[in-house]
């Protein structure tokens, strides 16, 4: 056969580098054939993870994620609100996901990039739905008043497994969040409490002292990729181009699962391959949760 | 309101001429050909460079030199209130407009011809004198991208309350609603790019000001030096040199 043999004849003779160009494809399977990735990897490990609390000192609660290169930041603001009729005790969140141009060459100004939304809907449900805030630890006065927590997410480098970092950031966020103190003044509005007034006591005190949210059941999540019959966990983003099938799984502090999420993509996978998926994303879910706790003892230390 | 004691500090404990705390860092965005992390106090920016690449747009090609474009951004938790339209408002126009002029003008746009430089800056937190701190950390990323530049591009604030002349004016400083000079200049050439001031100030003080002004950006320049230094013989360590 003519094609096959001339790009076999081409490998000897073409550099690394320009194979890896022009047959990315070809390239990736020698390598998964004998069960490892370019950057040294087995095939169901994931980069090296790191979580800094308390990047932003502006925001109530804020955290740097990193897992490989991809950086994610994530900042939340609280402003207290009305609550809406028909949940009179409960407060809101609001997820926003943003990937500004410098993350990646390929988002341009003026046209946002075709994941944001996505992984921005899909945070969302997660966040929301994993039951991991109770809503009604926002409230302040019922029917009055009630905080609304918004959570800025912006990616600074997108190197594949976006929704991972991105939801480790805002749980990392939640973990280090401080609700600020406030109280309720003469004309029945909320006032947030600065340090000078912390000694006056004819103040009703709505919020004795800056507390934190308590977190159940944390969601953990593991992109990976199916392709023929390998899975691939974490991928980069030259990975998520070349080999297109996605299975994001997320998992909580339980094992239970909170959200399965398979795009469509040119591999159907055998239920057999979702379970592996699962049984990697329990373990990562471990690793995480060790990460997250090392880093919240690290800031209380100090 | 007293924004310099008769002992002679400012609000956050500085003296007049004193400027904050510089920390810069290259190399951030591991996707981007240029990128660097610049630190002014509490101002924190990040500017990543793409380019020289192909222009995306093929009608704004230009023949004989390169296109080169930015654009600003403020994270939505980068001030005291969240923002609530980050950017495409007036401010952030301006500013991208502004920083892109100051850039182009120290770029060798000449050797690039039908290419386009993109040069994106995103504020994290914002705390006085994100124009500044902006135009450095370009400066910054457009070095680590290895594009050929006339000269580095510094830049720093300066005004003047309570009779005396302020250097690097933090938030509080300058919604103070005096006058706020900010300037870029390029250090070896000792020329100025950009130079803007607003409110009202008699001409023999504004002298003064914009040369307290100049005297931060050399020594910004002299920071900045160092780091690309430093940088430079990590490469070379890594190269076996």
């Known amino acids: 056969m003519g094609l096959p043999n001339a790009i076999g004849d081409l490998s000897t003779e073409v550099e690394v580098e320009a194979f890896r160009r022009l047959f990315p494809l070809r390239f990736y399977e020698k390598h998964l054939s004998e069960s490892i990735r370019p950057d040294a990897r087995p095939l169901g490990r994931a980069r090296d993870t790191t979580i800094a609390l308390g990047a932003v000192a502006s925001a109530n609660g804020s955290a740097l994620a990193k897992i490989g290169s991809t950086t994610m930041l994530a900042a939340i603001k609280m402003e207290v609100m009305t609550p809406s009729m028909e949940t009179p005790d409960e407060g809101c969140i609001a997820i926003d996901f943003h990937m500004p141009p410098i993350c990646s060459p390929i988002v341009r100004p003026g046209r946002p990039a075709e994941a944001a939304p996505v992984v921005s809907k899909q945070l969302s449900d997660t966040i929301l739905s994993s039951g991991m805030i109770n809503l009604k630890e926002l409230s302040l006065v019922s029917g009055k008043a009630a905080w609304m927590a918004y959570l800025d997410i912006y990616c600074l480098d997108a190197d594949g497994a976006l929704f991972d970092t991105a939801l480790l950031s805002a749980v990392a966020a939640f973990s280090h969040l401080d609700i600020p103190e406030v109280s309720l003044n003469d004309d029945g509005k909320i006032v947030l409490l600065s340090e000078e007034q912390e000694g006056m006591s004819d103040r009703e005190s709505v919020n004795k002292e800056k507390r934190k949210v308590t977190l159940s059941s944390v969601p953990f999540s593991l992109t990976c990729i199916l392709h023929k019959n390998y899975i691939l966990a974490d991928p980069t983003a030259e990975e998520e181009s070349i080999m297109e099938t996605l299975v994001t799984v997320v998992l909580d502090s339980s094992s239970q699962l909170v959200s399965l999420y398979k795009p469509g993509g040119p591999v159907l996978a055998y239920t057999s391959a979702i379970q592996d998926c699962i049984a990697l994303t329990r373990q990562r879910a471990k690793e995480l949760q060790k990460i997250l706790d090392e880093a919240i003892s690290g800031m209380e230390v100090d | 309101m007293e924004y310099v004691s008769p002992e002679g500090l400012r609000l956050d404990g500085r003296r007049p001429m004193e400027m904050r705390q510089l920390r810069a860092e290259i190399g951030t965005v591991a996707k981007a050909d240029g990128s660097a992390v610049f630190e002014m106090g509490n101002t924190k920016v990040i500017a990543a460079v793409y380019g ?182 990590q490469l070379e360590y890594r190269r076996g040199l």
Not at chain 2, 76 to 83: H, P, Q, V
Not at chain 2, 128 to 153: E, F, K, Q, W
Not at chain 2, 161 to 182: C, F, M, Q
């Open chain 2, 52 to 233: 020289p690449r192909e222009v995306q747009n093929r009608s704004q090609q230009i023949s004989d030199q390169a296109l080169v474009r930015c654009e600003y951004s403020m994270a939505n938790f980068s001030t005291g209130d969240r923002l609530r339209k980050p950017k495409g408002d007036r401010r952030s126009t301006e500013i991208s407009l502004v920083i892109r002029q100051t850039m182009e003008a120290c770029i060798l746009t000449h050797l690039m011809p039908r290419s386009q430089i993109d040069i994106f800056v995103q504020v994290l937190q914002a705390d006085g004198g994100t124009r500044s701190a902006c135009i450095n950390a370009a400066t910054l990323a457009l070095a680590d991208a290895g594009i050929p530049m006339r000269d580095i591009v510094t830049s720093c604030s300066a005004g003047y309350l309570n009779s005396a002349p302020l250097l690097d004016l933090n938030y509080i400083e300058d919604s103070a609603g005096g006058p706020d000079v900010t300037v870029a200049i390029l250090p070896k050439l000792d020329k100025v790019t950009l130079l803007q001031m607003d409110a009202k100030l008699p001409v023999d003080i504004f002298e003064n000001v914009m040369g307290l002004a100049i005297e931060g950006c050399k020594a910004v320049s002299n920071y900045i030096k160092e780091v690309l230094l430093g940088n430079t013989k």
